[in-house]
T-cell receptor, first 111, second 112 residues
Framework: SQQGEEDPQALSIQEGENATMNCSYKTSINNLQWYRQNSGRGLVHLILIRSNEREKHSGRLRVTLDTSKKSSSLLITASRAADTASYFCATDKAAGNKLTFGGGTRVLVKP | NAGVTQTPKFQVLKTGQSMTLQCAQD?????MSWYRQDPGMGLRLIHY???????DQGEVPNGYNVSRSTTEDFPLRLLSAAPSQTSVYFCASSLRGPAGYTFGSGTRLTVV
């Protein structure tokens, strides 16, 4: 099974609203990353949070990490139609050199 | 700066045929990986490389071979294509370690 699991699987919101998605993982990690994928395209790296960090911001993105619960959340504030995409969390396990992706959250932002 | 270039973008193979998916990056990245993405799912790691001459297996390596003779190139070979290998294949690279990947635009492979 995959290391990271996103919740919800799909999310539909109005433009201007906030979008929150969660990621849970199973084993100790070096870092957790979030990527965006527009339909039919390659993934784009959004943000990386290290295991010793609890919160990180980048523009309209806010990521939190709770290593005790093995979970992370991605918040997109003031969403725009252009934020419509699938969002994936990915974990770099502490004892390895591999990046493992979750199943993704499909976000639809309605204008 | 081209980033990560994958060729071809689309390919149809017959069962049993072999082919090589090409991946090249011009960013002098040490770390490169191949993933497959099936409909509605996340990415699964096939093989990865931490530098020229060094490769290792990911989660789903069976039926695929890789080599890394140069820093720039990381081809993925399908030995004998099967319908279960129908997927979109992504190559990704990073400067050091599996962080902040740059992805190629993908190869959509159909095996009939």
């Amino acid at each position: 099974s995959q290391q990271g699991e996103e919740d919800p699987q799909a999310l539909s919101i109005q433009e201007g609203e906030n979008a929150t998605m969660n990621c849970s993982y199973k084993t100790s990690i070096n870092n957790l990353q979030w990527y965006r994928q527009n339909s039919g395209r390659g993934l784009v790296h959004l943000i990386l949070i290290r295991s010793n960090e609890r919160e990180k911001h980048s523009g309209r993105l806010r990521v939190t990490l709770d290593t005790s619960k093995k979970s992370s959340s991605l918040l997109i504030t003031a969403s725009r139609a252009a934020d419509t995409a699938s969002y994936f969390c990915a974990t770099d396990k502490a004892a390895g050199n591999k990046l493992t992706f979750g199943g993704g959250t499909r976000v639809l932002v309605k204008p | 700066n081209a980033g990560v270039t994958q060729t071809p973008k689309f390919q149809v193979l017959k069962t049993g045929q072999s082919m090589t998916l090409q991946c090249a990056q011009d960013m002098n990245h040490e770390y490169m990986s191949w993933y497959r993405q099936d409909p509605g799912m996340g990415l699964r790691l096939i093989h990865y490389s931490v530098g020229a001459g060094i490769t290792d297996q990911g989660e789903v390596p069976n039926g695929y071979n890789v080599s890394r003779s140069t820093t720039e190139d990381f081809p993925l070979r399908l030995l004998s294509a099967a319908p279960s290998q129908t997927s979109v294949y992504f190559c990704a690279s990073s400067l050091r370690g599996p962080a902040g990947y740059t992805f190629g635009s993908g190869t959509r492979l159909t095996v009939v």
